[in-house]
C-alpha cells in the first residue's frame, strides 16, 4: 500500500468560524499518493479542509476536545480547531490500511488578536506568534503600562500561555527633585510698668508692690535696691528691656520699673533630596537621624523606640507613554525643645515636621507646587490694675501691653526628569573640589583645604571651577 502524499498546495476550502465571525478563506491539506505523515495548522474556532487522493473508508481523530473533524465527502474532510493544543487525524483506505497520520496544531488566532492589537495600542511595534500552544509577544513598545494592557489582551485568547518578549524602549528611570522652602517671621512688642513703695510705721515696715511687671516681693520691704529677695525687692531672673528708678526721703522709698522690649526673629528653611528610581519600583531617601522614645510594653518593660526625623522622601514612579505618574510622600522635621514632655526623671523632646502625601502626573522635566501654606498669627494683651490703668499718663505705671505676630510660609515643588545612566567619571562628588592641606598651606596661610585640579575628565573640570560671582539659591 502507497503512503499518501501530504501538505499539497491548493486552496479548495472557505474557513467556517465556530464563533461568530464571517467566512474567510482557510487553509487547506491535500493528502496524495506517496506522501509521509505531516502536520497541519488550524486557527482556534477556525476551520481547514484536507483533500486526500485516495478515497478513504475511514477517519479518526485521537483528543476530539482540540480539534473536531466531519466528511464531507470520500475525499475530503472538514477540520475544525476549538482548543490550542496537538492531536492526530488517521485515515484508512476501503480495505483497513494506513492511508496516513496528519499531526493537528491547533493554535490561537493569531490574526484576530494582531488586529484587536492594533486597535487597542495602536502605534506600538508589537510581534505576535504561534510557539506549541501558545503565544508570543516581541517587539519593542513606549511603556511597561502597554507591556501590561498587551498580555492581558494576549491572555483573553491564550489563558495562561503568553510568553512575553517585549521591551520597553525609551528611558526608564525617573529621578525626582523635591524643594522644600519655608520662611518664618516674628515679631513680637511688649510694654509694661511696676510701681513699689516702702516705708515704715508705727507698726513696722509697711510696703506695696503694683502692676504689671516683674518685681518679686521678699519677706519686708527693707531696701528696695538691696537685690536680696529675702530683704528688698528684685527683679526675675531672665529679665530683658528693664529700667529702674527709685527715689527715697527719710523712711519712705518709691520705685519704679519699666519693660519695653521688641523682639524680631526670620527663619529660613531649605531643603532639596534628588532621588532616582525604576519605574513601578519604590525608593526611600532619609537624611537625618532617629530619636530614641522610651515605651512602656503591657508588662511593665521600658523598652526605646526610634522615631526617625530629619529630610524624608519616599516615591513610586510610573512611566505611562509620555507621562510620569507619582505616587509620592514627603517630610522634612527636626526635634523641636520648646514641645516638650517631662515626667520628672526623663524629659522627651517633640518634633516640628512640614509633610505631604499625594499622587500626581506630569511630563519630563515639569514642575508641580504640590503643597503650600500661609499662616499668619496674631495675638495681642493688655492687662491693667482695675481703675488705676485707666488714669491718664499715670495710668501706664499700672497697665502692660504685648503684641505677637508670627507668619510662616511654605512651599513644596517636585520635578520629574527621565534619567539614563551615564559613565562615572562624568560625574563630581561634592569631596572631588578640595583635599586635606599640606603642612605648608595649613601652618604658613591658614588654609584649612586645598583645592585639587589633577581629577581627569568632567569631574576635573568641574572641580578647577572657580565661582567669583554670587551662587546658590537668592529668596526674597
Do not use: C
Not at 505523515?37 to 486526500?52: I, Q, T, Y
Not at 520699673?257 to 532639596?272: M, P, Q
Not at 526635634?335 to 502625601?357: E, K, L, M
Not at 508641580?368 to 485707666?390: C, E, K
Amino acid at each position: 500500500m502507497s503512503i499518501k502524499k501530504l501538505f499539497a498546495a491548493g486552496l479548495l476550502g472557505v474557513a467556517v468560524v465556530a464563533t461568530q465571525a464571517g467566512p474567510t478563506s482557510a487553509e487547506t491539506l491535500r493528502v496524495m499518493s506517496g506522501a509521509p505523515s505531516g502536520k497541519l495548522n488550524v486557527p482556534m474556532n477556525r476551520a481547514v479542509v484536507v483533500e486526500s487522493d485516495e478515497v478513504f473508508a475511514e477517519l479518526s481523530i485521537s483528543n476530539p476536545a482540540i480539534a473536531d473533524i466531519s466528511t464531507l465527502s470520500d475525499r475530503m474532510i472538514y477540520v475544525l480547531g476549538k482548543s490550542p493544543g496537538r492531536t492526530t487525524l488517521t485515515l484508512l483506505g476501503p480495505d483497513g490500511q494506513l492511508i496516513t497520520n496528519v499531526e493537528v496544531r491547533v493554535t490561537p488566532d493569531l490574526s484576530e488578536l494582531k488586529e484587536r492589537l492594533r486597535e487597542v495600542l495602536p502605534g506600538e511595534s508589537i510581534e505576535v506568534r504561534a510557539a506549541n500552544d501558545g503565544i508570543v509577544l516581541s517587539g519593542t513598545v513606549s511603556s511597561a503600562v502597554v507591556v501590561d494592557r498587551a498580555l492581558d489582551l494576549a491572555g483573553r485568547y491564550a489563558p495562561e500561555r503568553v510568553a512575553n518578549l517585549m521591551t520597553v524602549g525609551g528611558s526608564q528611570q525617573v529621578m525626582l527633585k523635591v524643594r522644600f522652602a519655608e520662611m518664618n517671621r516674628s515679631v513680637r512688642k511688649s510694654l509694661s510698668a511696676s510701681l513699689a513703695v516702702n516705708g515704715t510705721g508705727d507698726g513696722g515696715n509697711i510696703g506695696y508692690n503694683g502692676g504689671n511687671g516683674t518685681f518679686i516681693s521678699g519677706d519686708n520691704f527693707g531696701n528696695i535696691f538691696d537685690g536680696d529677695a529675702t530683704t528688698g525687692l528684685e527683679l526675675q531672673s531672665g529679665t530683658q528691656g528693664a529700667f529702674t528708678f527709685g527715689v527715697g526721703a527719710g523712711s519712705m522709698e518709691f520705685a519704679i520699673l519699666l519693660e519695653a522690649l521688641e523682639t524680631k526673629g526670620f527663619v529660613r528653611t531649605l531643603a532639596e533630596p534628588n532621588l532616582t528610581a525604576l519605574s513601578g519600583q519604590n525608593a526611600e531617601f532619609l537624611a537625618g537621624g532617629e530619636y530614641p522614645v522610651p515605651i512602656t510594653d503591657s508588662d511593665g518593660q521600658v523598652t526605646v523606640e526610634f522615631k526617625p526625623f530629619g529630610i524624608q522622601l519616599e516615591f513610586t514612579p510610573r512611566v505611562v507613554g509620555k507621562n510620569i505618574n507619582l505616587r509620592m510622600s514627603a517630610a522634612v522635621s527636626g526635634i523641636d525643645t520648646n514641645n516638650s514632655y517631662s515626667d520628672g526623671n526623663i524629659t522627651i523632646s517633640g518634633f516640628s515636621t512640614r509633610s505631604t502625601a499625594t499622587t500626581v502626573e506630569l511630563r519630563d522635566g515639569e514642575s508641580f507646587a504640590i503643597a503650600g501654606l500661609l499662616q499668619d498669627d496674631f495675638r495681642s494683651l493688655n492687662s491693667q490694675v482695675p481703675w488705676l490703668g485707666d488714669v491718664p499718663i499715670l495710668g501706664a505705671l499700672f497697665r502692660s501691653s504685648e503684641y505677637n505676630r508670627e507668619q510662616s510660609e511654605l512651599v513644596i515643588i517636585i520635578t520629574a526628569h527621565l534619567v539614563s545612566p551615564t559613565r562615572g567619571e562624568a560625574l563630581a562628588m561634592p569631596t572631588d573640589r578640595v583635599r586635606p592641606p599640606s603642612e605648608s598651606e595649613l601652618f604658613l596661610f591658614g588654609k584649612v583645604a586645598g583645592r585639587d585640579g589633577r581629577l581627569p575628565g568632567a569631574a576635573g573640570e568641574v572641580a578647577r571651577q572657580e565661582f567669583s560671582a554670587p551662587y546658590g539659591y537668592v529668596m526674597e
